[in-house]
């Protein structure tokens, strides 16, 4: 074992840990700076060329539902781009060292770039209803230099139980959150300036339909 890999495993003790202990994971940094670095230029691009679209985005009535509720940009990572694909071989090794620590069995990760522009939120929600979705952790990775508390824009975590804030994190650049996705009502808090992130979904596979008898 190299030395890189002792402190990957290390860190993933630590994250599993925590998961089990709080059902939460909040790290300053947990991917190599020079990647972090490459994800915020691709997303700052992709937006600066108007490659993000409206989150959500449905039917007429739909739609506008979804912008009360959130205002954000987003965009499905693409694994045939080589940034993204570093991103997503990063979280492959996560899925597996979590389902090798925590026996969670999952099997597949989606995520998307989100853009907030200055304004932009999301209001309180939960990313899975219990036995509704097979989302079971959700992830998120800050692309933004130099955040500063007066530009908003910071996640607030919620206790299921009795809506106390349990947390505000900053989406600081090369930050990661990850929490189970049934357990923790969240929100976006207006943004002041641009906001970047990688939000993701860990997921098992759907159950099998009962069988007819
Ligand atoms: O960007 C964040 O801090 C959280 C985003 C979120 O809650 C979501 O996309 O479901
Ligand atoms: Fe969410």
């Known amino acids: ?16 840990d925590a998961l089990t202990t709080h059902g939460y994971c909040i790290l300053p940094q947990l991917l190599p700076p020079a990647l972090t670095h490459d994800l915020y230029r691709r997303v700052a691009r992709l937006d600066e060329h108007n490659d993000l679209s409206q989150a959500g985005i449905g039917r007429e009535q739909q739609y506008q539902l979804n912008e009360k509720i959130r205002t954000d940009e987003t965009r499905w990572l693409d694994p045939s781009n080589s940034i993204d694909q570093a991103y997503l071989t990063h979280m492959a090794n996560f899925r597996l060292a ?12 989606e995520s998307h770039y989100a853009h907030y522009p200055s304004g932009a939120f999301y209001k309180r929600h939960v990313d ?5 979705s097979n989302r079971v952790l959700t992830t998120v990775m800050y692309l933004n230099p130099f955040w500063q508390t007066r530009d908003g824009g910071q996640l607030q975590i919620y206790d299921i139980n009795n809506d106390n804030l349990i947390v505000s994190v900053e ?26 992130s990688i939000a993701g979904w860990f997921r098992v596979q759907a159950p099998l339909q009962a069988p007819m008898i």
């Open 1 to 16: 074992m190299n030395a890189q890999s002792v402190v990957d495993y290390a860190v993933f003790d630590l994250i599993a």
């Open 98 to 109: 979590m389902n090798q620590r925590l026996f969670l069995g999952l099997f597949d990760y």
């Open 128 to 132: 899975a209803f219990k036995g509704e």
């Open 171 to 196: 989406p600081e650049m090369g930050t990661f959150v990850v929490f189970l996705s049934e357990q923790f009502p969240h929100e976006v808090l207006p943004s002041k300036r641009d906001r970047y």
